[in-house]
T-cell receptor, first 115, second 112 residues
Framework: NAGVTQTPKFQVLKTGQSMTLQCAQDMNHEYMSWYRQDPGMGLRLIHY???????DQGEVPNGYNVSRSTTEDFPLRLLSAAPSQTSVYFCASSVRDRIYNSPLHFGNGTRLTVT | GESVGLHLPTLSVQEGDNSIINCAYSNSASDYFIWYKQESGKGPQFIID?????DKRQGQRVTVLLNKTVKHLSLQIAATQPGDSAVYFC???????????FGQGTRLTINP
């Protein structure tokens, strides 16, 4: 199993551009989520999904869209990139749609810079 | 989790010593806690978890202690090794929610 795979690893965007960060998992996990990590801020939840066709907002959803058409994929879309979205983005998944006894498995991140 | 700050707390220990990393969580309704380890350039990796109906749980070389009275969580690493150098995050799940809230992390450095 590859686990959680994120692409690309690095990306530079100009302000106003749009792009999609890809996330795929091959563990048949129901729960998937996106976090951003900024220096000194820990990880903050952007959006999450408890199963195909179901998504919900996290702590910092503004400026981002998600969809979950399949169990395996959970792409994160930046509609109009802003410098404040410069960050490292992590996708994570877990076995069940409930957090308990089902720790998150993280990808290795996408480092995004918006100029 | 820990309050947000600009600088990451750092803990330096001698190789072979025990390390204790602390975390103060914020919500008395949190009922599940996890410790993650993050090495440079990688995503967080699960270390150990604990439910709120427990006050101690042990793994291989790691122990998590939970004190609900003062909303405090700690991670103890026995016989710290160079490979333990990383940033360690605690995370809490608020009962009924479907999301983890992470602390800001503590950087553990090992002195030879």
């Amino acid at each position: 199993n590859a686990g959680v795979t994120q692409t690309p690893k690095f990306q530079v965007l100009k302000t106003g551009q749009s792009m999609t960060l890809q996330c795929a998992q091959d563990m048949n996990h129901e729960y998937m989520s996106w976090y951003r990590q900024d220096p000194g801020m820990g990880l903050r939840l952007i959006h999450y999904s408890v199963g195909a066709g179901i998504t919900d907002q996290g702590e910092v959803p503004n400026g981002y869209n998600v969809s979950r058409s399949t169990t395996e994929d959970f792409p994160l879309r930046l509609l109009s990139a802003a410098p404040s979205q410069t960050s490292v983005y992590f996708c994570a998944s877990s076995v069940r749609d409930r957090i308990y006894n089902s720790p998150l498995h993280f990808g290795n991140g996408t480092r995004l810079t918006v100029t | 989790g820990e309050s947000v700050g600009l600088h990451l707390p750092t803990l330096s220990v001698q190789e072979g010593d025990n390390s204790i990393i602390n975390c103060a969580y914020s919500n008395s309704a949190s009922d599940y806690f996890i410790w993650y380890k993050q090495e440079s350039g990688k995503g967080p990796q699960f270390i150990i978890d604990i439910r709120s109906n427990m006050d101690k749980r042990q793994g291989q070389r790691v122990t998590v202690l939970l004190n609900k009275t003062v909303k405090h969580l700690s991670l103890q690493i026995a016989a710290t090794q160079p490979g333990d150098s990383a940033v360690y995050f605690c995370a809490e799940n608020i009962q009924g929610a479907q999301k983890l809230v992470f602390g800001q992390g503590t950087r553990l450095t090992i002195n030879p």
